[in-house]
Structure formats: structure tokens, C-alpha cells
């Protein structure tokens, strides 16, 4: 399984854009690169996935270049309410047993 | 319901307890996994199923813990004989074959 690196943490403000990279050297061809953002007490929770090129949704938007060698989470406009650990995971279309690793503690401020 | 539910949310165990951790899947969806996270940690995989086939159990810290899904949908996660070093969060998740997981709030345990 592919390991990935990302920032122990990160600090930003109520309205700036929040990029947040993963290093994963070891990614294979039929692997996903999954994000999942997680509030003390609470389980993961989905954020977006992508394989290459750029992915946006509601939320956030995903950009893997080309060698697929890291990624890179943005978060625009962040709030207060952005405040969590964000986990970076890789892993094929079938079955993946997600292997997390520290994640990134982002913490926004006023 | 709409997500995995899990059930109890917390759960105190005096050591040596045995204790049983239900999880409620999504419905439909085929794989199932069970995860524990200590406190500051990322979730550190445990057991996974699809359907009531348990394909890997690799994750499992020893024997005392148990994990089934016998009718290929609810799954309990069983923990005897507990310990200090078993407190922890317990989550579940559950996918379709190859999607996105999805977790549950989990189970905290403490046991004293």
C-alpha cells in the first residue's frame, strides 16, 4: 500500500484558501487518492476523491499532476467551522483496506 | 437509516469484561470495515467483510478480539476479556465494492 506524507499541521484564517499537500511516491496505477476531513468525537467523513488532473466539489477541489506523485486539498474561504484533521489515503478502485496515516490538524482562526 | 449507525456510542468496561460493538451498514453496500483509533491517531484498520465473508482480519491486535457479520449486513465487533490498552474509538465504515467508505460516528470504550 502506498504510504503518503502530509504537514502534522497547518494554521490559516476565516477566508483565506487553505492548501493542504500529500506526498505519495509509491502510488500505483489503479490507485485513488481519497480525502476525508474528521471533528473530535466524530468519524471520518468523505471529502473527494480524484485520479488525476483536477477534481471540484461543493466543497473542496482536488489537483494531482501529472506524475501523480502528490496531491494537494484546497479549501476555499475556510471558517471557523473548517477546524479539524484532514486525512490524505490512496488505494485501488477495488478493494483498499485505507490505510491513514497522522493526518493534518488545520486550525482557523478569526 | 441514511448512514452507518453504531451502537453503543460509548461504552465503559471494567477490565476483564467482555463487551460487543454493533455496527449498522449502509444499506446495500457489500464491504464493511472496522477500525480503531486511539487517542490522537489516525484510525488503524482492523477486520474487513464483504458480505459475511470476513477476507481479511490482519488488523485484529490479538485473539480476544472477534469480529462477525453473519447475514451479510449488521456486524458486531467483540472485544473479550478487555483491557487497559483496548480503550479506544471503534469505527465502522461501510462502501459498495471498490467506493467511497463511509463512517460511522464510532464507539468509544474505556476501559478501567
Known amino acids: 500500500l502506498a504510504k503518503t506524507t502530509q504537514p502534522i499541521s497547518m494554521d490559516s484564517y476565516e477566508g483565506q484558501e487553505v492548501n493542504i499537500t500529500c506526498s505519495h511516491n509509491?502510488?500505483?496505477?489503479?490507485?485513488?487518492i481519497t480525502w476525508y476531513q474528521q471533528f473530535p468525537s466524530q468519524g471520518p467523513r468523505f471529502i473527494i476523491q480524484g485520479y488525476k488532473t483536477k477534481v471540484t466539489n461543493e466543497v473542496a477541489s482536488l489537483f494531482i499532476p501529472a506524475d501523480r506523485k502528490s496531491s494537494t486539498l484546497s479549501l476555499p474561504r475556510v471558517s471557523l467551522s473548517d477546524t479539524a484533521v484532514y486525512y490524505c489515503l490512496v488505494g485501488g478502485s477495488g478493494y483498499s483496506t485505507l490505510t491513514f496515516g497522522k493526518g493534518t490538524m488545520l486550525l482557523v482562526s478569526p | 437509516g441514511a448512514g452507518v449507525s453504531q451502537s453503543p456510542r460509548y461504552k465503559v468496561a471494567k477490565r476483564g469484561q467482555d463487551v460487543a460493538l454493533r455496527c449498522d451498514p449502509i444499506?446495500?453496500?457489500?464491504?464493511l470495515f472496522w477500525y480503531q483509533q486511539a487517542l490522537g491517531q489516525g484510525p488503524e484498520f482492523l477486520t474487513y467483510f464483504q458480505n459475511e465473508a470476513q477476507l481479511d482480519k490482519s488488523g485484529l491486535p490479538s485473539d480476544r478480539f472477534f469480529a462477525e457479520r453473519p447475514e451479510g449486513s449488521v456486524s458486531t465487533l467483540k472485544i473479550q476479556r478487555t483491557q487497559q490498552e483496548d480503550s479506544a474509538v471503534y469505527l465502522c465504515?461501510?462502501?459498495?465494492?471498490?467506493?467511497?467508505?463511509?463512517f460511522g460516528q464510532g464507539t468509544r470504550l474505556t476501559v478501567v
Open positions: 509509491n502510488i500505483a496505477t489503479n490507485d485513488y
Open positions: 444499506s446495500g453496500h457489500v464491504s
Open positions: 465504515a461501510s462502501s459498495l465494492v471498490g467506493g467511497v467508505a463511509f
